[in-house]
């Protein structure tokens, strides 16, 4: 199934695009944890550790990882001392995260956009490098409201494009070549990596996603950006009824 080398927002019918992005990430679980790491020279690793920095403390609460992979963010949680829940739509990934004793909580393979929970009863909500493959973007921070409780969390850990002038002239060359080459050797998957490349580039800026989140009843929005600006943790909060 071929799609666009791009994001593309569309709360209206996203099924299709879904879909695709669902197949994509279930043909890169064998090599995906490594790629994660080697791409990002290790820094992906130190920058899910400094959610915690930006959070309450987890322990004894009930935190929800969306999109969380192989769970490398879920087992920080866990170990923060929270009963972590592990939402991801692709099968293979939770496999995965569990084989590695990452997920070791509850999992559920489902849309994070259609969360199977009921209203209130999150005190945290995290989604790392996942929030550029959902398209119906706005569906998906309205249900993830839903499902916090008054007074909770939600932590975005995302790739962005920098705006340091000198990295913003560099980036593009790391994107467009270095990137989808390197993923491509080690996977097998180049166009899985120009694909997600391409996301980058293409997803909306953290001032379009703090509006969206402000749209949606989050407050305390903070931005924290991280090596360079290449990637940004955002922390938000629903209100207290």
């Not at 990452?102 to 009863?121: E, H, K, M, Q, T």
Request: aromatic share 10%.
């Amino acid at each position: 199934m071929t799609q666009p080398l791009a994001y593309e927002l569309n709360n209206k019918n996203p099924n299709e695009k879904k879909r695709f992005i669902r197949h994509l990430f279930n043909s890169i679980v064998p090599t995906y944890d490594l790629l994660n790491h080697l791409l990002s020279f290790g820094t992906d690793i130190l920058w899910r550790k400094r959610i915690f920095r930006h959070i309450h403390p987890v322990k004894n609460t009930l935190a929800l990882d969306l999109c969380c992979g192989t769970g490398d963010l879920s087992l920080l949680l866990t170990k923060a001392g929270a009963r972590t829940v592990s939402l991801d739509f692709s099968l293979n990934m939770l496999k995965k995260g569990k084989q590695k004793k990452a997920v070791a909580g509850y999992c559920v393979a489902a849309d994070a956009s259609r969360l199977p929970f009921r209203d209130n009863i999150f005190n945290t909500a995290t989604i790392a490098f996942g929030i550029r493959n959902i398209p119906d973007l706005h569906v998906f921070i309205k249900d993830v409201y839903r499902a916090l409780a008054p007074g909770g969390e939600l932590a975005i850990l995302e790739l962005v494009r920098p705006k340091n002038a000198l990295i913003k002239k560099l980036y593009p060359l790391y994107l467009r070549r270095i990137m989808p080459l390197v993923g491509g050797i080690i996977s097998g998957r180049l166009f899985a990596y120009k694909y997600l490349s391409k996301t980058i580039e293409t997803f909306v800026d953290t001032d379009e996603l703090h509006t969206i989140l402000e749209e949606y009843g989050f407050k305390n929005i903070s931005h924290y950006p991280q090596t360079f600006g290449v990637a940004v943790i955002i922390v938000c909060k629903k209100e207290n009824n």
